[in-house]
């Protein structure tokens, strides 16, 4: 989690010549130019745009200048022209001219506007979904593709974008689980450091700058029963040593802002949480950035119940630390008169504005608040673009099972039969929250499936629809699969199926393609199956029925192109799971760090009746089907020779390890090593194992490397008894392997 500040902007470094620029500018502001500042609206609609171009080429030609809010519709009259809102969301770059020429001309202390939007994996150059970027384990990779999506964004009139989704996620029941990077805090740091500073790179093409925006604040990924928008129930404990580390990561990599998140914690909604907003950010943290709501959460603080009304629910956004309303009016309709009222301190609103002020000012927004209008059409989906997509989509895969190493597929294996309706799919491949993606930029499975064999050499047939619809092509997807040696089922969600409000209860196969599995796995023949989906699904019997299984996810405009280079051996997978894979929804939530709890599984437990009493299931193992930090190669990897060159390391010290690893095999590949360590006893209970480092290693045939990690002590803590952050002298575990449930085992001391 290096940092490269030569390289990104960090809005969290106050800078005094902006202060004293903000601190001038707060001093010739109305009571309503303020709140009007901490207003966020979606872009107007019904602009005229050629009455619009043929004003401005009469102007032009006349030699006069020309006025963009003189052909203005009223209603953006009443705000941009009036100073009634401060940012905009939007993702076309004349658009975004419009609204900023009206904001700069019209107005009357001309404040630009902050012109924002969702960019979850990609603008118009789509990525895997987080999730499937995240099992690349490659933080510099990720950076990159974050990197090209500002470009994009930054060509269309973006100035902010709100991403990364740093949530832990540890239910796959939630749809927004394809947003983040899985269920670990220490990979999950990582990730979103790399992602804050991809976006907010400098010297993009446009000459503007990017500023991200971490979401959501905070533990939203801990809905009850996996269902968006739910209530979250938890310990500060946890809350601390596992869902906020992401968002503290975030900002040291120095993003600009924030948004919080929808869900109540404990009682006490995100968007009104004094604690999470104002303890812990302002006053711990000292993070000076800007606090934005979800769309409409404080409106939804009446339906919390916490506020009677929306004028309420304004104070108790704005005291609690919110500084900009998105869509809800509460903002716009009370704020002011609250101010008035003395319920909110005028001192509160300064503050809110200051940021938000601040957060433009470093954007560079008063001396560059256009957009050339001719550079998307340069920048977007540049062919390198394409290529670091492709890139991006062959880490992210996971080769999930490969019996008798059936594949890659080799010269002389036999005609194919290719079936299942993700084959010939281009927009389902794009995932959720796809941004100005297009169908037509995506590579299909069958389209590269044909960069490798001629038509002559295999058949396609759907064999069943996504959306649960009759079987259409039973007969003729069985007819395909005997003629065949050997048959790739594509198969998994439709994007609609994962993302936000998208929560399922039951994670198996949608629809009926699971009786096209049966059907075609009756017939006894080789089965390579490729599964795209946006999160973890419960999938046994599937497993059970191929031979092999790829998981390929959503993965964006070259995830057809990806499968194919993998299938046929071009590229040998390495990517491994970030969120476990349950066997059964009863399982869940289900993550590797848990606890022991005193009856663990693996114990003798308590005898009654003469049966150990366990913390077990009866119908099902505790284990997942798919371990965290699983995912195989076309190649072996052997470990040996463990040291822990530190047997015993003082408080302010550095644990030091190392490992052998062979490439035992006759391909070369990319094997991800990690490190994980268990504290075996503290003052409150410890998980049985945390990540605490990974290194992807290349490795030719037969090369062998040492690998080797130093982790400081102080990040092998947690929050104690008094909830203070301590690293307790004691005894702890280390395992370096390929996975959480795998490695070699070794032992250190932490002394006082």
């Known amino acids: 989690m290096s940092a490269h500040?030569?390289?990104?902007?960090?809005?969290?470094?106050?800078?005094?010549?902006?202060?004293?620029?903000?601190?001038?500018?707060?001093?010739?502001m109305t009571l309503e130019e303020k709140v009007g500042q901490l207003v966020q609206q979606y872009p107007f609609s019904g602009l005229d745009w050629d009455l619009i171009n043929q004003q401005k080429v009469l102007a032009e030609e006349q030699g006069q200048a020309f006025i963009f809010h003189r052909v203005l519709p009223p209603e953006v009259d009443a705000f941009l022209l009036a100073g009634k809102t401060g940012t905009v969301s939007c993702s076309d770059v004349r658009t975004a001219n419009y609204m900023q020429h009206l904001a700069m001309e019209g107005s009357r202390l001309g404040i630009p506007l902050l012109v924002a939007n969702d960019v979850i994996h990609g603008f118009r150059t789509i990525f895997p979904i987080p999730l499937a970027g995240s099992c690349s384990w490659n933080p510099e990779l990720l950076e990159q593709a974050e990197r090209v999506a500002a470009e994009e964004a930054s060509a269309s009139g973006i100035s902010w974008i709100f991403s990364p989704m740093v949530d832990i996620a540890r239910d796959p029941r939630w749809g927004?689980?394809?947003?983040g990077a899985g269920e670990d805090p220490f990979l999950c740091m990582a990730i979103a450091q790399a992602r804050v500073r991809g976006l907010q790179g400098r010297d993009l093409q446009s000459g503007s700058r990017i500023a991200a925006c971490p979401k959501h604040y905070v533990g939203y990924g801990g809905a009850e029963a996996g269902r968006d928008y739910n209530t979250v129930e938890l310990s500060e404990r946890t809350l601390r040593d596992v869902y906020l580390p992401p968002f503290k990561a975030a900002f040291d990599a120095g993003a600009g802002s924030t948004m919080s998140a929808f869900n109540e914690i404990s009682g006490v909604p995100g968007t009104s949480n004094p604690f999470t907003l104002g303890t812990v950010l302002r006053q711990e943290w000292q993070w000076p950035g800007v606090v934005i709501s979800d769309f409409n959460s404080i409106g939804e603080l009446v339906r919390h119940g916490v506020a009677a009304n929306l004028k309420e629910a304004a104070r108790l956004a704005i005291l609690a630390g919110v500084d900009i309303d998105m869509e809800s009016g509460a903002y716009a309709n009370h704020l002011a008169e609250l101010v008035e009222e003395g319920r909110v301190p005028l001192e509160v609103l300064d503050e809110s504005v200051r940021r938000v002020l601040r957060l433009k000012f470093g954007l560079g927004l008063f001396e560059h608040p256009f957009t050339d209008e001719t550079l998307a059409e340069r920048v977007i989906l540049d062919p390198t673009f394409r290529t670091l997509a492709l890139e991006v989509a062959r880490q992210s895969m996971v080769l999930l099972k490969n019996q008798a190493d059936l594949l890659p597929l080799k010269a002389g294996q036999g005609r194919l039969a290719v079936i299942g309706p993700l084959a010939d799919n281009r927009a389902d491949l794009l995932g959720c929250w796809a941004g100005a993606g297009q169908a037509a930029d995506v590579d299909t499975v069958l389209e590269g499936i044909k960069n490798y064999l001629p038509d002559s050499a295999f058949t396609y047939v759907p064999g069943c629809t996504l959306d649960g619809a009759a079987l259409v092509d039973l007969s003729e997807a069985l007819t395909a699969a005997r003629a065949a040696d050997l048959v790739v089922l594509a198969v998994g969600e439709g994007e609609g199926l994962s993302g936000e409000s998208h929560s399922r209860t039951h994670l198996g196969l949608p629809g009926r393609q699971q009786e096209l599995v049966d059907a075609i796995a009756a017939l006894g023949k080789p089965i390579v199956c490729v599964l795209m989906c946006g999160r973890p699904l419960v999938i046994p019997r599937l497993v059970e029925q191929v031979d092999a299984l790829l998981l390929a996810w959503h993965n964006g405009i070259r995830a057809g192109q990806?499968?194919?280079?993998?299938?046929?051996?071009?590229?040998?997978?390495?990517?491994?799971?970030?969120?476990?894979?349950?066997?059964?929804?009863?399982?869940?939530?289900?993550?590797?760090a848990h606890k022991s709890t005193g009856r663990p599984a693996d114990s003798s437990g308590t005898t009654q009746f003469e049966v150990p009493f366990l913390s077990t299931y009866l119908d099902e193992p505790n284990t997942p089907l798919f371990q965290f930090g699983f995912g195989l190669s076309y190649t072996r990897f052997a470990y040996t020779d463990l040291k822990v060159e530190t047997p015993s390391i003082p408080l302010e010290g550095t644990l030091t390890a190392s490992v052998a690893i062979k490439n035992s095999g006759n391909r070369a590949g990319t094997e991800i090593v990690q490190l994980y360590v268990r504290d075996l006893v503290g003052s409150v209970t410890r998980p049985v194992k945390e990540l605490k480092g990974f290194e992807r290693v290349p490795l030719e045939p037969g090369d062998e490397r040492r690998v080797r990690f130093e982790v400081p002590v102080q990040s092998l803590g947690f929050h104690g008894l008094d909830m203070h952050y301590v690293v307790e002298p004691g005894d702890f575990k280390i395992w370096i392997g390929p996975d959480s449930q795998a490695g070699l085992e070794g032992a250190f001391e932490v002394r006082p």
Do not use: M
């Open 176 to 179: 927004r689980i394809a947003e």
């Open 562 to 592: 990806a499968v194919a280079d993998i299938l046929f051996g071009a590229v040998n997978p390495s990517g491994k799971l970030t969120a476990s894979w349950p066997r059964a929804e009863g399982q869940i939530p289900l993550y590797y």
């Open 5 to 28: 500040p030569e390289h990104y902007y960090r809005y969290n470094q106050l800078d005094p010549i902006i202060e004293k620029r903000v601190d001038e500018l707060i001093a010739r």
